[in-house]
């Protein structure tokens, strides 16, 4: 089976500053998706970006880009201009390409945004 | 015109009672899914519906039934609730091939 794994469990960054969120999976299919969620204290869970695996160029959303590294089976989440708002649990997850209703997410990483 | 609704928000009971939680997405999506968060935020899934069919059933206790009238409902049964049963369940959507995954705001149970 699929693993997700983010071994950061807490991370924290100066607001107006850039941080960085890791992620690494494991799978042997090469046709899958790749995601970042975002879950504030309200609780509601906010996808944030979503990356292709068969797409090279990195994803981007705003202030929301990626790191993915297929070969290094790496998808790191990169936060520039950190806002207060930002502050939330991130979680990374990884959809099968081959079976698409299969899902499976990291134990996510609790981000604190430092006025 | 909510994406993912779930009700209720809140959910106070006692052990051994039977209770529902109900999912409605307006996203046209085919399938749907149930997740269980604990108390540590470790999201676990519980089942999926494509079409109507049960297509992801992962080691839930039998308690826990999903039921789908129909493709933009999926709604959860569990019957002799169990103090282990308190989580944050979340109900989700996603297209069947592509796409991530959108939740609805989410259950807190608490089984006293």
């Known amino acids: 089976a699929q693993t997700v794994t983010q071994s950061q469990p807490e991370m924290s960054v100066q607001e107006a500053e850039t941080v960085t969120l890791s992620c690494t999976y494991d799978?042997?299919?090469?046709?899958?998706?790749l995601f970042w969620y975002k879950q504030p204290p309200s609780r509601q869970m906010i996808l944030v970006i979503r990356?292709?695996?068969?797409?090279?160029q990195n994803a981007t959303e705003n202030r929301f880009s990626v790191n993915f590294q297929k070969a290094a089976k790496s998808f790191s989440l990169k936060i520039s201009d950190s806002q207060l708002g930002d502050a939330a649990m991130y979680f990374c997850?990884?959809?099968?390409?081959?079976?698409?209703?299969?899902?499976?997410f990291g134990t996510g990483t609790s981000l604190t945004v430092i006025p | 015109d909510t994406a993912v609704s779930q009700t209720p928000k809140y959910l106070v009971t006692q052990m051994g009672n039977d209770k529902s939680i109900k999912c409605e997405q307006n996203?046209?999506?085919?399938?749907m899914y149930w997740y269980k968060q604990d108390s540590k935020k470790f999201l676990k899934i519980m089942f999926s519906?494509?079409?109507?069919?049960?297509?992801i059933n992962e080691t839930v206790p039998n308690r826990f039934s999903p039921k789908s009238p129909d493709k933009a409902h999926l709604n959860l049964h569990i019957n002799s609730l169990e103090l282990g049963d308190s989580a944050v369940y979340f109900c989700?959507?996603?297209?069947?091939?592509?796409?991530?995954?959108?939740f609805g705001p989410g259950t807190r149970l608490t089984v006293t």
């Open positions: 997850a990884y959809r099968s390409g081959l079976r698409g209703n299969q899902f499976y």
């Open positions: 990356q292709e695996a068969y797409k090279q």
């Open positions: 519906y494509n079409n109507k069919e049960l297509i």
């Open positions: 799978t042997s299919e090469s046709d899958y998706y």
């Open positions: 989700a959507s996603s297209r069947s091939e592509t796409g991530g995954q959108y």
């Open positions: 996203l046209g999506h085919d399938t």
